[in-house]
């Protein structure tokens, strides 16, 4: 405690001019220990909180209806779709409809479990200064900088697996399907999207939405800190 205290009384008093002083004086001291600590622990908390927030996310999104079941990051038909679908169901195709829409999430929720390497990857990265942006940003900073870090490498990984996953749950065939038979009504317009991109693009969103939700929770509420080390450096 002393140490601190003299530590703060530095930063106050200390001339500018001879700043550059201060390490050589904090060594003699012994403080320099004190400060090192204090980086590294808020480091090693961050990515603690890091490795917590993303395991979560990946575990609720990667499992049997992480996606279906969740009607925030379900992936719907897209939006100029939607004039198909009330053609398809007038026509009596809704069970078609249904199968295609649980198909595109259950590729989402295989797709899931292979960012969490991807997650980790990006932890092992950051840095000092890196964690004193994410921990004095918004709520969902350390969100926003998985989104910059990992953003491509997950769509690149997501792409093959949601591939696979659409074939073997027969999402593409399902989606030629609903086309055909829309195209079968009269003055139907064509509109077409490709089914893998796309759920790449809203498995993701879903993702990081999920992931932003695990920090806001570590931020703001203390009994989402579930370790020593989470509660010293987020409740400073």
């Known amino acids: 405690m002393k140490k601190l205290l003299i530590l703060a009384a530095c930063a106050l008093v200390w001339p500018a001019p001879v700043s550059s002083q201060l390490g050589d004086w904090l060594e003699k001291l012994g403080l320099e220990s004190v400060v090192s600590a204090n980086d590294g622990e808020i480091v090693a908390g961050l990515k603690e909180a890091l490795s917590i927030g993303s395991e979560n996310a990946v575990l609720q999104t990667g499992r049997l209806d992480g996606y279906f079941r969740d009607e925030v990051i379900k992936i719907l038909l897209p939006e100029n779709f939607e004039i198909v679908e009330r053609g398809l169901r007038l026509i009596g195709q809704g069970e078609l409809?249904?199968?295609?829409?649980?198909?595109?999430?259950?590729?989402?929720?295989?797709?899931?479990?292979?960012?969490?390497?991807?997650?980790?990857?990006?932890?092992?990265?950051?840095?000092?200064?890196?964690?004193?942006?994410?921990?004095?940003?918004?709520?969902?900073?350390?969100?926003?900088?998985?989104?910059?870090?990992?953003?491509?490498?997950?769509?690149?990984?997501?792409?093959?697996?949601?591939?696979?996953?659409?074939?073997?749950?027969?999402?593409?065939?399902?989606?030629?399907?609903?086309?055909?038979?829309?195209?079968?009504?009269?003055?139907?317009?064509?509109?077409?999207?490709?089914?893998?991109?796309?759920?790449?693009?809203?498995?993701?969103?879903?993702?990081?939405?999920?992931?932003?939700?695990?920090?806001?929770?570590?931020?703001?509420?203390?009994?989402?800190?579930?370790t020593e080390l989470l509660q010293r450096v987020f409740s400073s």
């Open 97 to 226: 409809v249904d199968e295609f829409v649980m198909s595109m999430n259950r590729a989402a929720e295989t797709a899931a479990p292979y960012a969490k390497e991807i997650f980790w990857g990006a932890i092992k990265r950051i840095d000092f200064e890196d964690a004193r942006q994410i921990l004095t940003g918004g709520d969902t900073a350390a969100t926003d900088y998985f989104r910059t870090e990992t953003g491509g490498q997950l769509a690149e990984a997501f792409l093959p697996v949601v591939r696979r996953a659409t074939e073997q749950a027969g999402a593409t065939r399902k989606y030629k399907e609903l086309a055909g038979r829309y195209q079968s009504i009269p003055f139907a317009q064509t509109i077409a999207f490709d089914v893998d991109d796309y759920v790449v693009e809203k498995g993701l969103e879903g993702l990081f939405y999920v992931l932003a939700e695990e920090e806001r929770k570590i931020r703001t509420d203390p009994a989402a800190r579930v």
